[in-house]
């Protein structure tokens, strides 16, 4: 496969994949440029916070040549990045956002577009993912095969990820505990305008389950001490997907546990399950269960433009893999740890793509309670000591998680 991935780029390219120099950056008010002495075929932009950086990688490149700062920009820096590939970051005096960007000149320069905004809109805007570049020009070599997310970009063009609007900034909760202990964020699923799913049998809402059992969590993790909390929502109001991780990741948390009913048209389906972020859905009944969680932004009119197409296939950065190893081991202790106290499917670790848990940084599971569409469920779920039995087992498996962590340093 190398092999030929090697001859396609001699074929279309006329010179190894990795032989492309960056020969010149500049910036300015609204725009950064990058030159190469030869095409490059695919980058990608991304926002960091704390510092606030905007950091572009460059498949196929090599760092080099010359480079000026100006505007929102106080300093640029390149690095290699892998055997094949540049990072450039830059990094801000003031916060500003990429808007857009393309490649021209036969895929020698690349522009970037920039604006100034405010820091909660940069924030909001870090959660946004990549944003993707590409020429189609160059050969496939430029593409990683190892990456599916990759492969997807030879299929666009200039691809721009909106950033929702919201009226005013992200409201933090409170966060209570001990300072010095890790911050545990606790996600109830739903609010507001949306109910999520309904029990046919006694009309009881995902969303106020969800509360109630959000609440159960922190009351239990508390008692325990050992970790610090706080609950993306309190009482019944509405918040984007992408809001619920970007509070989480403001605060600096170190886990999030999103907190959800499942529901069926089977009333026998029955039992809990835990869910991590992945591509690919493990199976039919997970990838129903992801479109059905991502509809809520979409049910609340929010703007997802040219992004609606992620919502079914969420692109996952590959620097995600150690976030996404931690969620599953997070989700394979849950699992033991409600074994015997709160029914679970047989297999109960499950994959999807969805939105709520896109941080790249922040490991985090999805867990579906119990089915709202099941009788003995849907009471257990209503019941305090459902409840009970539930928060326990996220407050044992929380605290065996961070022992672990400590223990590991
Ligand atoms: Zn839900």
Redesign the pocket.
Known sequence: MGWMLAMLSIWFGGAPAAARAVEDVRVSDDRIVVRFDDPVGAAAAFLLGGPDRIAVDIDGAVPGGRRSTGGPVAGVRLGARGADGARIVFDLAEPAVVTGGRFSDHGRKLTINLRRVDPDRFLRATTAGRMRFSTGLVAAASVPVSSSAAMIVDRRATVSVPVPARRGGIALPRVQGDADRPLVVIDA??GGHDP??ISPHSGAR?KDL?LKAARAMRDALLDGGRVRVALTRDRDEFLVLQERYAIARRLGASLFISV??DSAENPNATGASIYTLSEVASDREAARLAA??NKADILAGVDLGKQSADISSILIDLTQRETMNASAGFARLLGREAQGQVPLKPNYHRMASLMVLKAPDLPSILFETGYISNEADAERLESAEGRRAIAQSVRRAVEVYFARRMAAR
């Open positions: 699923g739903h999520g799913a995902e969800t959800h009913c059905r969680e």
